[in-house]
């Protein structure tokens, strides 16, 4: 009995071994060399990724090495064949005293067998390291100081017979990112007017905006930040001639920053000054506002192999009334489960007692069949879910682009 | 018995076996040369929208991030094109000043429901693959380590599928306030099989959107779209330029007054180009005869409520993607062979040019010659149905103009990551 179990094992491990085997066979490109360099050749045939043939007419690769005279300079010269054919590459190396030639030499021989080994089946196979720490922007010289701005806009028109709209847009970015202080200045215009032939009568609707955000934020460590928010805004959708504000902020970050990228649960505060200017007089009957607002939120989102997970609750409120406040939440999930299937879902909802520019004349259909205007509410909601299933083959990697898509 | 047969006592030697053959490694170090000692920029160049710039700074971080390609010694074009099961993505490196002449092109395939974070793992390990012949000539490659992983390849000719992919969605979404709401629901059915000789590509969808809007307390408008569509397209490929195909589609529209429509067409297209270039460059030429049957809902302006059509379509189609930016031109014209004058013509334009150190022009231009209306209802369209652009409306053109302009300057040392106060 043990000696059949051990034979089954011995088969299962052989076929294992020859499967894998045969498989990498199949993809390991031949290597022809030639070289006037002693105790070379052993060492390349220990290179794994390549097999080391006698034949010339063998060879997706040939490498020459030649190495100078008087010191340790080692010329390589790659050529390709097949379906490497016109990769061709050559490289001179100098190898430094302290170092020991060969192992120098073959390690730059095979780093520079990867521009081959990226064409094959292979190139899944190995794990490239890059130094975290070497940052490319240490020590450079940057007249800019770390400023990078950017201008910009754009017209759009379109139009048919009995309907046309017309777009303006413009933006201005400035910002300057360091490890220790971001800082971002944002301007922003855009004018869009629509008009639509009716039977007897034409619509037009205008949608403006304009709005300046700039924010300076201090770090204090891997967790803290502070800051400052400041800004205007202009909108005839919000019936907002003037919105401006100065806040201080702060916030706080459970995972470092650094892991930003992949985790994020931050919990941020922000309370100052609001100013609001109506355009038309509001349902309160006021033309402006001075007032004090508090912002409170929580967020957490994740991105990795499985998917993104997206999740927030936020709220605000006015000092002089704490019945003006507005809750909100966003959640939002991307799952990739086993198989095909991929499932997305997202809830959002808000409660609202804060619709302070709420204008006090009633909006017209064509302003509410549009969503040119503000309405008034005591919440919103949003639910979506997705759900997809792929089945079917693994290896359909063909392109065919014929008669597009 | 058989529940101890494979991890029994020999448990401990089977896993070190397979640990050895699957995980035998080698680990290189990188090494020195002297030739190149200054930071190499790269500039990223993508028109796929894939690529996560911060993840890449992130993990890529012995490089610096041009903003103007001018200033780069690499600049990678990033593009990709759909294959059967997902997207094949194309980066092609090209060396400049002193690197000059030193290219290279890398493709891999992304599955079409991997994750966001798969998708820009794989984007920035290529990425690295297609690096090294840069910093191999720079002082840089002690910062690099290479294993090689002796690892589980299977045999990829082995596809029991034999390369059909189906995939089933469903998307739904529901929002409102007080006195609007509005539902959308999508449910999608495709089934693909694109190999080199033969493309079989079916699609399905059905879409239904509905919106109230509380006009007064005493009137609601409700607006539905409704639209069903089954498309099913299979292409012969007859060498590096030419194809053959058929086009079938069965269509319920409430936007185009269509209670149901089919359409059988053969097609024929030819490429200057060859189709391996496609990623690049294209000029095709296009054009199928098709056969009609149309139901309508409503009577139509011709008094129709239903018909049968033949007419035919011609389509010249450019696409070039360079260093410099990309273009796009296409025009196309459509008629009916029972009335010359039921016809369209179209042309499109798109330039997307780098011009010179961060300043970037943006062209777009389309214009729409219609006669060809057949469907418009007698009835008309109300004002909400005009305002909520639910139905189709009558007109003899269309034309979209845009243009944008964007000049980005500054420091060349933008790599720094600050993610302090996000989107707040």
């Known amino acids: 009995m043990k000696n059949i179990r051990f034979f089954i094992y011995f088969m299962l491990i052989f076929l294992v071994a020859t499967g894998l085997f045969c498989a990498q066979e199949k993809s390991i490109p031949n290597l022809f060399i030639e070289a006037d360099v002693a105790n070379l050749r052993e060492a390349i045939e220990k290179i794994e990724f390549v097999r080391l043939v006698e034949n010339m007419d063998l060879a997706q690769i040939s490498l020459k090495i030649r190495k100078h005279d008087f010191d340790s300079i080692y010329y390589l010269e790659f050529k390709g064949f097949g379906d490497f054919e016109g990769i061709d590459d050559d490289y001179v190396i100098k190898i430094k005293s302290e170092e020991d030639e060969i192992q120098s030499i073959i390690k730059n021989i095979e780093i520079a067998l990867l521009k081959y080994m990226s064409k094959t089946k292979l190139k899944n196979n190995f794990k490239i390291h890059f130094d975290k720490n070497m940052k490319a922007n240490k020590k450079q010289e940057d007249e800019w100081d770390y400023w990078v701005f950017q201008v910009g806009g754009s017209i759009n028109l379109t139009g048919e017979q009995t309907r046309d709209t017309q777009t303006f847009s413009g933006f201005v970015y400035a910002d300057r990112i360091t490890d220790e202080v971001r800082l971002d200045i944002n ?34 460590g891997d967790h803290f930040a502070y800051g400052f928010h400041f800004g205007t805004t202009q909108s005839s959708y919000d019936n907002l001639d003037l919105y401006a504000y100065i806040t201080p902020a702060v916030e706080y970050n459970l995972f470092p920053y650094w892991k930003s990228n992949h985790y994020i649960l931050r919990a941020y505060y ?38 993104t997970i997206l999740a927030s609750i936020s709220g605000s409120n006015y000092f002089h009334d704490l019945t003006l406040y507005r809750l909100t939440t966003n959640n939002s999930i991307d799952f990739k489960l086993f198989g095909g299937l991929a499932l997305s879902l997202g809830f959002d909802f808000s409660l609202i007692s804060s619709q302070l520019s709420l204008p006090l004349s009633e909006a017209s259909e064509e302003e509410i069949l549009l969503g040119e205007i503000l309405l008034e509410t005591s919440f919103d909601y949003s639910l979506t879910f997705g759900f997809t299933y792929t089945f079917g083959s693994d290896k359909a990697h063909v392109v065919n682009p014929r008669f597009g898509y | 018995m058989k529940k101890g047969f494979l991890f029994s006592s020999q448990k401990p030697i089977i896993i070190y076996l397979l640990c050895l053959i699957l995980f035998f490694e080698i ?44 200033d780069s010694h690499v600049h990678v074009i990033v593009t990709s094109l759909s294959t059967g099961s997902g997207t094949e993505y194309v980066l092609e490196f090209y060396g400049k000043k002193k690197f000059k002449n030193i290219d290279d092109r890398i493709t891999f395939n992304i599955y079409s429901n991997d994750s966001d974070d798969q998708i820009r793992k794989s984007l920035v390990y290529n990425l690295k693959l297609g690096l090294f012949p840069y910093l191999i000539r720079t002082t840089y490659l002690k910062d690099l380590s290479l294993t090689y992983k002796k690892q589980n390849l299977l045999d990829l000719s082995n596809d029991p599928w034999d390369k059909w992919v189906f995939t089933l969605g469903l998307q739904g979404s529901f929002n409102g306030e007080e006195s609007t709401n509005t539902l959308n629901m999508k449910s999608t059915f495709d089934v693909d099989r694109v190999t080199e000789d033969w493309r079989f590509d079916l699609s399905s969808n059905y879409t239904y959107n509905k919106s109230s809007y509380e006009i007064s307390s005493t009137e609601t408008i409700d607006s539905i779209l409704d639209e069903k569509t089954l498309n099913l397209t299979i292409v012969k490929s007859l060498g590096q330029h030419w194809g053959l195909g058929v086009n079938g589609r069965v269509q319920a529209s409430s936007y185009s007054n269509l209670d149901f429509s089919s359409k059988l067409a053969p097609a024929i297209e030819y490429n200057i180009f060859p189709y391996s270039e496609a990623n690049r460059r294209i000029f095709r030429i296009h054009y199928w005869p098709g056969f009609y049957y149309q139901n309508y809902t409503e009577e139509t302006i011709y008094d129709k409520w239903s018909e049968f059509l033949f007419g035919h379509y011609l389509l010249c189609a450019y696409s070039m993607k360079e260093q410099w930016g990309q273009i796009d031109f296409s025009t196309s014209g459509f008629h009916y062979f029972h009335d010359y004058e039921k016809y369209y013509v179209n042309i499109a334009n798109t330039y997307s040019v780098n011009l010179f150190k961060g300043l970037s022009l943006d062209l777009y231009g389309y214009l729409a010659m219609i006669h060809d209306q057949l469907t418009l209802p007698k009835g008309g369209a109300s004002q909400e149905e005009i305002l909520l652009q639910q139905v189709e409306i009558e007109t003899s053109y269309t034309y979209t103009i845009s243009l944008g302009l964007s000049y980005k300057f500054g420091s060349k040392f933008s790599n720094i990551i600050n993610p302090r106060f996000g989107y707040y």
């Open chain 2, 27 to 70: 680990t290189i170090n990188a090494q020195d040369s002297d030739n190149f000692t200054s930071i190499i920029s790269i500039y990223i160049d993508d028109s796929t929208g894939a690529v996560d710039e911060e993840f890449i700074k992130e993990k890529i971080s012995l490089v610096n991030y041009a903003i103007d390609r001018k």
């Open chain 1, 270 to 307: 922000r309370a100052g000054y609001v100013y609001n200017n109506y355009i038309e007089e509001t349902v309160y009957n006021k033309w402006e506002d001075h007032l004090a607002k508090q912002w409170l939120s929580l967020a957490f989102s994740a991105n990795e192999n499985w998917g």
């Open chain 1, 187 to 220: 301007l922003s215009a855009s004018y869009e007017s629509q008009n639509y032939e009716l039977i007897d009568s034409t619509i037009t609707s205008v949608y403006e905006n304009y709005s300046h955000t700039s924010s300076l934020v201090k770090s204090l």
